[in-house]
């Protein structure tokens, strides 16, 4: 399968890792929307939100439950905002499940 994130987790293609363990990894997005702007994805391809299984329900579990350890590491105290884009509406580019970690600046109070 031809995937980008896929071929980032495989090391095939080149990232600035933030974090990394047997069930997912973090790195830096390559087009910072933020002063901080990390992208963490589950090591197993998963298309989107919209594929969550029961059985891959703990992969994102553990992905939620890391994500503020990353924040720390980054030295997020002060807050931030994580954001998974679905479909074509949400504009997801990517099609491998992934969420923004966007923080060091007081961020837009707009959403959309
Ligand atoms: P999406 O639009 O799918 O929610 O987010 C995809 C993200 O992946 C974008 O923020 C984009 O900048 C990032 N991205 C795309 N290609 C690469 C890449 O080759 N390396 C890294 N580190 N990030 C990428
Ligand atoms: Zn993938």
Redesign the pocket.
Known sequence: MDC??CA?INGD?P??KVYEDDKCYA???????APV?C?IVPKVHIASLDEICPKCAETIAHILATIPKIAKDLSLGDGYRV???VGEN??????HL?F?ILGGKKLSESMA
């Open positions: 980008l994130f980032i293609i990232s600035k790195f830096l997005d390559i087009n910072p929307q702007h992208l954001v998974t884009n949400g504009c997801q580019s990517v099609k992934h923004h």
